[in-house]
Each structure stands twice: as structure tokens, then as C-alpha cells.
């Protein structure tokens, strides 16, 4: 019989000791030093009251701009307006992308320790997700001449925009270098862009084929083993000691698409057609679709996406590199940190129900005194998958081919479709970890560990899992409510505290950090579409105290002790708030209080919370504003059934103009630290 989540709690509490006056206090703690950080610091603003207001709103004493938002150019060569109307590939490769997710901030000149500057010139790294081609190109797309005539434009809007900024007393703007290429800082990177795959699973026979098969269909001959596959579905990520961005792959599989049924596919490619594209399970046309990333001409073309892949921001002739020795999967985050014995670590989540947390350990150490030397630090390591014990407890599970096949094996697995060699246990790791026994999770978004100037740890880990609509998911780690029957709508955030406080270490202990939703009672509902109960209680008692929030999404910790959470989704459980981003002291015991700090427009979601270095500049982007109404109402749905003609929000421009997403950054009028006095 499956153990109820709420009997593991209650089990945690009684043996850990941690019951004190009838509230889960040590349960929902969180003490100890964060980086540099060793007291608790709370939120020292007046919150943002929920509203519906089409505009960024933050609280009294604060501001927020606009930086740059899709079609902003990046060159000055760029001189015509941007007219989505008569958008190219071409053209969108010398702007600023769309639905931009994660946000790096580079100093001009990088540095190890790294510096806590505030004024000055930096580099800019936006992951651009995904496309929507009714939020770009509205009635255009309506027809299969205008969608074909829209497509390769929209493509090419993905990727990864990189751009120069200066901050002059708190003020931030663009700044554009003349012309592409040349060495030219600002760029985009794009499905169309050379990059080189490494590590173990370089030469895979479905990466090697594809590689090649994808060029050939473009017309390509490209030198070192250049693929113009580029990246696409770019959600979160990280930056490493050294001064590179990594950016994950996620949801590659609604790009890598058929134009016909693919029949007779290998059954290792059956076995997770989720992550091989449509085409497997379903045609899916999209005319003007790229040729090399249809499926009917290009079978394994899926298998160049799901990595996650290092950028140089400040060497544009660096080819980005896939990094396959961190595995293939819907991937989210690439947070590093040093371990004890200076090794890179690296956490990242598989963003899809009941998937898993992996973590990365590198084999060298890190060379803090050459930069560039530390360029095949990603290139060999262990990689590692979560499991969570019912003890509060967990491991590291080793993923390598013979555990992976011995567990198969055990499980009755056809002999077709075990781990070939170390180069197929990076392409199928989902089907590793899951053989192994690694713990299913609730859409596990962020995985970020606070780090200091120096990148050490103190071995914490908060892991976001956004939500589970699965109402049979019951794992530990991933709290259900009632009878253990309902589906997890809220989503929560785990904390992970590594042995040893050494992020390479193989073995954890794990709380819940908090369960997201209404704090007021346990049986309290949510105003928005959700159904089954979403009060924040556990153990007996609210897991925070403040604004109620849902589907916690992307984090980020401000040195300062406190940690701000963006979300995606809140408004489908609770109907009287845009989504926004919340922040509350990440030491100190719990019920800790969480604070509204921003609302952002009508339809959008909240991505890329960022803090500049010297935590007086709050980043976040505003991914696809206008994409729903206040009641949930699609816009793409209304568009082709002709009760709409126009998005539900006019951000950033105002007026009738069309939406468009963008990077806002909020500041302090009076000039002081983000959240502080």
C-alpha cells in the first residue's frame, strides 16, 4: 500500500523531534548560512496588492522600465522600424527574440572571484523560448500561406539573444553594436546557427547522422564538426566560474515535428516519443517548417535537442558547444557551484510530470586562474539523479550503462532496448533514471543553489516543481493534499541540504521548503479554474504566511538572505492576481512570511528573476503578455474562431499597440538594495 504524504510528514515531524507548539517549524526551516549570507533578512517593502492591471506593478518607492523587448535592434546598422507584418528570418536574426525565459547579467570584463559592480558596461544573455505565431503575426497565420510565409521568421526568433548594457546610476539601456559579425559582442543564436556537439554522446549514430543530414538539407558545408542546428526551446539555465552562459533545451519536441506519419521507428526512439518530437505519435504539419528538423526527412533530428549548451558571451567565435556528458532531457536549469575539492557541479531539473533532479559532478577541478582553460570542464563527469527517500533522506543515484542495464534487465526489459554504450546512456538518460528508481517528480522547473563570490555552497538546493495535473503521482518530495487522490495544482519547493555541505556529495537530507497556494486554511479553494483544495498547509500548519501564490516557476537569491520566486500559472488557481514574483527570507523558521513584490500585465508569465551584482537592479522578463484574458480565455482560440483579432494586452507600448515580450528591470527610487531598508 502507497505511504500518504501527509503520514511521511507527520513520521518526519515525530522522529526529527521538530513539532514545536503544534506548527511544523524545523519542517519548513531553512537555517544556516546561504553563500555569505548567515542571518535571516524578511522582505522590507509593502507588498503589491493582487490586481488585473495590463502593466508591471511594483511596490511604493519602486520603479520599473522597460529594457528591451522583441524587435528592439540589436545593431546600428539595424535602421528600418520593426514591422512584425513583414518580419524575415533574416531580419529577426539582427533583433531581439521572442518569449524571452532566463536572464544572465555578465560584467564587461569577467572576473574570478567574481565582483559585486553596480555601474558600468555588462552583456545581457535571454534564453527565447518558444514561438507563438497568433501572439507574433495575429490574423496572418489564420490561412496555411500566411502560417508558411510566418513560420521560418518565427523560428528564428528562438534561441538565445545576447546584448551589451550600460548602467548609468541606476538607469540601464541598450547598447548596440554597428553591424553582425566582425566580432560583434551583440548577437542571436538561433535553430540556424553552427554549433558543435561534445563529450560522450558526440558521436551517437542518431546526433552523427542527423548532424550531417541537416546541413545537407540546408545547403551546408560547414568545417570542425559544425552542425547549423543551433538551439531552440531555451528556458532556464546558469553561468559557470568562469564567465560562460548555459542555456537548456526544454520543449525541443514541439519544433522537431513530421510532415507525414514516421513509420517503423527504432524502438529505442518508441520507447519516450515524448522526447523524439511529433511525428512518432502523430503527423503535425506546420507549413514553411524547416526541412532539417522534419522528422520524415530527418528521423533521429529530436536527438540534437535536449542538451543543455555552453555559450561564450564574450567570445562570439567560440561555437556554442552541446554538452552531452550532463544528459538529454526537457531540460531546466544548469545552476553550478564548486565542490570542497573545487570540481563543477551542476543541477538541473527535467520540466515534465514525474520526471526527475539531476545533478552533474565534473571530473577536473576548476582553474580559477585561466579562464579559457576550463573549456572542457563540461566535457567528462558523473551525472547523477535524484532519489528521495520517505525518511527524509535521499541519494544520488549513479547513472552508468551497467547499473542502468541490470536494473533494465530486472524490470523485463527487451533486450533491444538496453543501454548500448555511454554515448546512448546521455541521448535515453530519462529511461536510466527512471531503471534506477529515481524519484518522479512534480515538474521539476528551477534547481538553484545559493552561491558566494567564489562560487561555494553550503550544500542547500531549493528545487521548484511547479505543479503535477497527474492526481495518482504520490512520491516523496512532492506533497499531495487529502486522501493523497488530488492533483498537486499548486506546485512547491523542495530543499535539499547535500551531506557535508559539499554539492559533489552523494547522499541528502530534504524538507519542503514550502507547498504554494492559500496560507488561510487547509481547506481553502482556489477562485481561478483549479478544483481540489489549494491551501498551503502542512504537518498541521501553513508552510508560509503572506500573499497566496501558485505554480512557482523560476528562483533567484539576492545575497542578502532572501529569495525571489517568479511564477507561471497562478492565475488558473487564483483568479484575482496576475502571475508575479513573490520574496521571502530564505533562513529562519517557517512559517516564513512571502510578500507580492511584482504583478506583471494581462496574460503573461513571470520568467528569469535576476539580481544585478550588487542587488540593486531586480531583472525579470515578461514571457507572452496577452496570450489569455483575465478569465483564462486563450487568445489563439479566439483569433481562429473570429471572436478576437487582437491580443488581451497591449505591454509594454500601451494603447492599441500589439504586445510584445521583453526584460523589465525594477529599481529603488531612493537607489538601495532590492527588498532591503
Given amino acids: 500500500m502507497t505511504q500518504r504524504f501527509q503520514d511521511i510528514v507527520d513520521e518526519m515531524i515525530t522522529r526529527r523531534g521538530l513539532l514545536e507548539g503544534g506548527a511544523a517549524i524545523g519542517l519548513l526551516s531553512l537555517a544556516g548560512p546561504v553563500g555569505a549570507v548567515t542571518k535571516a533578512s524578511p522582505p522590507k517593502f509593502a507588498p503589491v496588492p493582487a490586481n488585473l492591471y495590463d502593466t508591471v506593478t511594483v511596490p511604493a518607492g519602486y520603479e520599473a522600465k522597460?529594457?528591451?523587448?522583441?524587435?528592439?535592434?540589436?545593431?546600428?546598422?539595424?535602421?528600418?522600424p520593426f514591422n512584425r507584418d513583414k518580419l524575415t528570418r533574416a531580419d529577426q536574426e539582427t533583433r531581439f527574440g521572442f518569449n524571452n525565459d532566463m536572464l544572465a547579467v555578465f560584467p564587461a570584463a569577467w572576473s574570478f572571484p567574481t565582483k559585486a559592480t553596480g555601474e558600468g558596461r555588462f552583456i545581457l544573455c535571454a534564453n527565447n523560448e518558444y514561438f507563438d505565431q497568433t501572439l507574433m503575426f495575429g490574423e496572418r497565420v489564420i490561412d496555411a500561406e500566411g502560417l508558411a510565409a510566418t513560420t521560418e521568421a518565427a523560428y528564428a526568433a528562438?534561441?538565445?539573444?545576447?546584448?551589451?548594457?550600460?548602467?548609468?546610476?541606476?538607469?540601464?539601456?541598450?547598447?548596440?553594436?554597428?553591424?553582425?559579425?566582425?566580432?560583434?559582442?551583440?548577437?542571436?543564436?538561433t535553430p540556424f546557427t553552427p554549433v558543435v556537439f561534445d563529450g560522450p554522446a558526440k558521436a551517437h549514430p542518431w546526433i552523427k547522422v542527423a548532424g550531417v543530414k541537416a546541413n545537407e538539407l540546408q545547403n551546408l558545408k560547414l568545417n570542425d564538426g559544425a552542425v547549423a542546428i543551433g538551439t531552440l526551446a531555451n528556458c532556464a539555465g546558469g553561468w559557470t566560474p568562469w564567465g560562460t552562459y548555459l542555456t537548456a533545451e526544454e520543449n525541443f519536441q514541439n519544433y522537431v515535428i513530421a510532415s507525414k506519419k514516421v513509420n517503423g521507428a527504432e524502438p529505442k526512439l518508441e520507447q519516450d516519443a515524448d522526447v523524439f518530437g511529433y511525428g512518432l505519435k502523430d503527423s503535425f504539419k506546420r507549413p514553411g517548417h524547416p526541412a532539417h528538423l522534419d522528422l520524415t526527412q530527418n528521423p533521429t533530428a529530436a536527438a540534437l535537442y535536449g542538451w543543455i549548451v555552453e555559450i561564450d558571451p564574450y567570445d562570439p567565435s567560440w561555437?556554442?558547444?552541446?554538452?552531452?556528458?550532463?544528459?538529454?532531457?526537457?531540460?531546466e536549469a544548469a545552476t553550478t557551484a564548486l565542490s570542497k575539492d573545487g570540481r563543477l557541479v551542476v543541477y538541473s531539473g527535467d520540466d515534465e510530470r514525474n520526471q526527475f533532479i539531476y545533478k552533474f559532478v565534473s571530473s577536473k577541478k576548476f582553474n580559477p586562474k585561466n579562464r579559457t582553460a576550463n573549456r572542457d570542464l563540461l566535457s567528462e563527469g558523473q551525472l547523477y539523479v535524484a532519489q528521495f527517500n520517505a525518511t527524509g533522506k535521499g541519494v544520488w543515484l549513479k547513472l552508468n550503462v551497467a547499473s542502468a542495464n541490470a536494473a533494465l534487465k530486472a524490470n523485463g526489459a527487451d533486450e533491444a532496448l538496453l543501454i548500448a554504450d555511454e554515448a546512448d546512456l546521455m541521448v535515453r538518460v530519462r529511461v536510466a533514471a527512471a531503471a534506477l528508481g529515481a524519484t518522479p517528480m512534480d515538474r521539476p522547473e528551477d534547481v538553484e543553489?545559493?552561491?558566494?563570490?567564489?562560487?561555494?555552497?553550503?550544500?542547500?538546493?531549493?528545487?521548484v516543481c511547479t505543479n503535477n495535473s497527474d492526481a495518482k503521482a504520490n512520491s516523496p518530495a512532492n506533497p499531495r493534499r487529502g486522501a493523497d487522490s488530488?492533483?498537486?495544482?499548486?506546485?512547491?519547493i523542495v530543499r535539499i541540504d547535500e551531506s557535508g555541505q559539499d554539492p559533489a556529495a552523494t547522499s541528502f537530507?530534504?524538507?519542503i521548503f514550502a507547498l504554494a497556494g492559500d496560507p488561510v486554511s487547509a481547506d481553502a479553494k482556489g477562485d481561478g479554474k483549479s478544483k481540489p483544495p489549494v491551501g498551503a498547509w502542512i504537518g498541521g500548519a501553513p508552510s508560509f504566511k503572506g500573499d497566496r501564490f501558485a505554480c512557482p516557476d523560476n528562483i533567484a537569491f539576492d545575497g542578502q538572505g532572501r529569495v525571489f520566486i517568479a511564477t507561471d500559472g497562478s492565475p488558473s488557481v487564483f483568479g484575482d492576481c496576475n502571475d508575479g514574483v513573490l520574496v521571502t527570507a530564505v533562513a529562519?523558521?517557517?512559517?516564513?512570511?512571502?510578500?507580492?513584490?511584482?504583478t506583471g500585465p494581462v496574460g503573461c508569465e513571470i520568467c528569469g528573476p535576476l539580481l544585478a551584482p550588487d542587488a540593486r537592479t531586480f531583472f525579470c522578463a515578461i514571457q507572452h503578455p496577452g496570450e489569455s484574458d483575465t478569465n483564462d480565455k486563450n487568445f489563439?482560440?479566439?483569433?481562429?474562431?473570429?471572436?478576437?483579432?487582437?491580443?488581451?494586452?497591449?505591454?509594454?507600448?500601451?494603447?492599441?499597440?500589439?504586445?510584445r515580450p521583453g526584460v523589465v528591470y525594477v529599481r529603488r527610487i531612493d537607489g538601495g538594495r532590492i527588498g532591503g531598508d
Fill in 636 to 659: 489563439s482560440g479566439a483569433l481562429f474562431s473570429g471572436d478576437r483579432q487582437r491580443p488581451f494586452s497591449s505591454w509594454p507600448d500601451g494603447g492599441e499597440s500589439w504586445p
Fill in 449 to 463: 543553489c545559493p552561491v558566494d563570490a567564489k562560487f561555494n555552497s553550503s550544500g542547500i538546493v531549493l528545487a
Fill in 319 to 331: 561555437m556554442p558547444r552541446k554538452r552531452t556528458a550532463l544528459g538529454r532531457k526537457k531540460g
Fill in 158 to 189: 528562438m534561441g538565445v539573444s545576447i546584448v551589451q548594457l550600460e548602467n548609468k546610476a541606476g538607469a540601464w539601456s541598450v547598447i548596440k553594436d554597428k553591424a553582425p559579425g566582425g566580432g560583434a559582442i551583440n548577437r542571436r543564436i
Fill in 588 to 598: 529562519g523558521a517557517g512559517p516564513r512570511l512571502v510578500q507580492r513584490f511584482l
Fill in 66 to 80: 522597460t529594457l528591451i523587448a522583441w524587435g528592439d535592434p540589436l545593431f546600428d546598422s539595424v535602421t528600418a
Fill in 486 to 492: 488530488e492533483p498537486n495544482v499548486t506546485g512547491h
Fill in 509 to 511: 537530507r530534504w524538507d
